[in-house]
């Protein structure tokens, strides 16, 4: 019986990558999961490490889940000059205090509030250096970071032209 498995292992194996689509070793997409609030915070750690960032957030949801995250993005804004970061948020009064508090300080700070009647589902879409990361907090505390140059330049894009669409806001 072993014998007859090794013969036909080849076979099986074949008819297993011909039913089951596999990545390619060099495969120009990376996906990547985080669960719990130390993956979340890496993936923010990454995403301050960066050049540029945009975001569609949340603020009400990340206070209330992260709520460490502003002096990490503050703390970011002074310590990595380079970093320029715009930011479609919600409405709120959340918003408002959190920006008016910590961002508002910060030149590379730039931010729109969405109309009233968008809800924002994902605590936070990040669009940074190639990639596009995902924080969830509905359930539990997951992200996922999906790195894949066209998608990033289709994300920036869309954003841009939203950005360009919006109207300015004061505090």
């Given at each position: ?20 689509p ?41 206070a ?26 919600d ?8 920006i ?9 700070y ?9 809800a ?15 924080v ?24 841009d ?11």
């Amino acid at each position: 019986d072993m014998k007859k498995l090794e013969d036909n292992m080849p076979d099986i194996v074949k008819a297993i990558y011909d039913t089951v689509p596999v990545a390619k070793e060099n495969s120009e997409v990376e996906v990547r999961y985080y669960d719990g609030s130390r993956g979340v915070k890496t993936i923010y750690e990454d995403a301050l490490s960066s050049k540029e960032l945009r975001s569609y957030v949340n603020m009400d949801i990340v206070a209330s889940v992260f709520p460490e995250n502003a002096e990490l993005f503050n703390t970011a804004l002074r310590k990595n000059p380079e970093l320029k970061v715009w930011e479609i948020v919600d409405v709120s009064e959340t918003s408002k205090h959190l920006i008016k508090e910590f961002f508002s300080k910060s030149s590379n700070y730039k931010f729109k509030f969405t109309p009233k009647t968008l809800a924002l589902t994902s605590a936070d879409v990040l669009i940074y250096d190639g990639k596009v990361g995902i924080v969830n907090a509905s359930d539990k505390k997951t992200g996922m970071v999906i790195t894949n140059l066209e998608y990033y330049n289709n994300s920036k894009a869309i954003f841009d032209f939203i950005w360009e669409l919006m109207p300015e806001d004061k505090l």
